[in-house]
């Protein structure tokens, strides 16, 4: 089994940046997809950006041009770089990867607990 851990959330003024981490953990298991999704209050939770294993990116509009997804393979690590944050980017942020069991074959998604991201006006 796969755990999922993040790290980077807090408070920011609008226009500031924030680097958020996840590192996943476990045995005998192949990351394939990460990506980072988000909740904010009375909304449904939301795909920010994720990324393949061979490195294909997709981003939600909302975030084109001022999030940044990237992964180190060797170290089971996804990042996402968050520059020019507005208020509405405020929301829990979820770490999410695909995995399959080198044991079984079989395919799993995991998730992280969240990490709190607010920006202030």
């Known amino acids: 089994q796969v755990q999922l851990v993040e790290s980077g959330g807090g408070l920011v003024q609008a226009g500031g940046s924030l680097r958020l981490s996840c590192a996943a953990s476990?045995?005998?298991?192949?990351?394939?997809?990460m990506g980072w999704y988000r909740q904010a209050p009375g909304k449904q939770r939301e795909l920010v950006a994720r990324i393949g294993s061979g490195g294909s990116i997709k981003y939600a509009d909302s975030v084109k041009g001022r999030f940044t997804i990237a992964r180190d393979n060797a170290h089971n690590t996804v990042y996402l770089q968050m520059s020019s944050l507005k208020p509405e980017d405020t929301a829990v942020y979820y770490c999410?990867?695909?995995?399959?069991?080198?044991?079984?074959?079989?395919?799993?998604?995991?998730w992280g607990q969240g990490t709190q991201v607010t920006v202030s006006s």
């Open positions: 999410n990867a695909g995995y399959r069991s080198v044991v079984t074959f079989r395919e799993y998604i995991a």
């Open positions: 476990g045995s005998l298991f192949r990351i394939n997809d």
